[in-house]
């Protein structure tokens, strides 16, 4: 039986990144679809990513580089993280743009590209304050120096960096790590590179900070329809979420007053109610922490929250006295007609990023 059920709508991220699009009307859009594309699927998702116009597609692993060429995937693609242990030719053999942070990655690229004898197209990643990937500022020049020596394997395309506070609009990081950018641009292009592609900006960036937008944005999140922070209005910037996760009603009952509700009895009933019991626990994906008349629902548009403890495979709703909610009623975790994933995340102690790649890892046990 389906406890819960997962599905996308491909065409809102397709709308999405259309929206995206207009938000950056000088740049190009990479759609970022690592993670399975946050849990929406990957092949699906980056199809309908370049539908709405995306002409970059980014991934982290090169698993996943591959996996979009083997679906035929065949516009441009940049894949950014791994160690020197990349399996460089067959990525250079399928056209897929490469990161380098590190002279040790560079060297593999170019043994690999010198083999195959084919040039790989590098994007040079720069650590300009987020202490993650990237090459420090300061060990910059020898890295550019290396790929010059190496211009019969390489060709540097790109440059780019990653913000640390871009969903903190105003954060004065923000502004420091542009000008290490700015400052790296300019001693990559000192040496006569031509760089095709400058990139910066993340979802929140691409649509707060149109000053950053340089040549190519990186969105991921607002892909997927989830606002990485409020527009002025403290609307959505006219994103549409595409994850709807579902599960339906079970077991109705009538509980007197004063009855303990689920493990540890954390919950009692604070008069003559109606229980409702939804057979998707921890098990299924549901955050544990959760519990507790945090994880938000609606059944028919109405909202409950999950009374006492999520339990493995199961959970238990106080449904008011007047519920006219009925055994097989679908029970709406994210949708349209529901809460939305930000709900979710405030409710578990997260961000909506977790709760669609986890919701969205589920796709597999729980097919539509
Ligand atoms: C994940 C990621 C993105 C997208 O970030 P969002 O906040 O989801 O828009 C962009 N660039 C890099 C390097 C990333 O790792």
Known sequence: MTRLSITVDHGAITRNVERLQEHAPTAQVMAVVKADAYGHGLVESGAAAREGGATWLGVAQPDEALALRAAGDTGRLLCWLYGPELPARGLIRAGVDLSASSLEVLDTIVAAARMSGEVARVHVAIDTGLSREGVRPEALPALIDAALAADDAVVVVGAWSHLAWADRPGDPTIDRQAAVFRDALAVIEARGIALEVRHLA???????????????????????????????????????????????????????????????????????????????????????????????????????????????????????????????????????????????????????????????????????
């Open 202 to 368: 993340n979802s929140a960036a691409t649509l707060t900070r149109p000053d950053l937008h340089f040549d190519l944005v990186r969105p991921g999140i607002a892909v997927y329809g989830l606002p990485p922070v409020p527009d002025a209005d403290g609307g959505d910037w006219g994103l549409t979420p595409a994850m709807r996760v579902t599960a339906s009603l079970a077991l109705v009952k009538d509980v007197p007053a004063g009855e303990g509700v689920s493990y540890g009895h954390e919950y009692t009933t604070p008069r003559d109610t109606r229980l409702g019991l939804v057979t998707a626990g921890y098990s299924d994906g549901i955050f544990r922490s959760a519990g507790g008349g945090r994880g938000p629902v609606a059944i028919g548009g109405r909202r409950h929250v999950i009374a006492g403890r999520v339990c493995m495979d199961q959970v238990v709703l106080d449904l008011g006295p007047d519920a006219t909610e009925r055994p097989g009623d679908e029970v709406v975790l994210i949708g349209a007609d529901g809460p939305s994933a930000r709900e979710w995340a405030e409710a578990a102690g997260t961000i909506d990023y977790e709760i669609v790649c986890r919701f969205g890892g589920l796709k597999e046990k729980h097919p539509a």
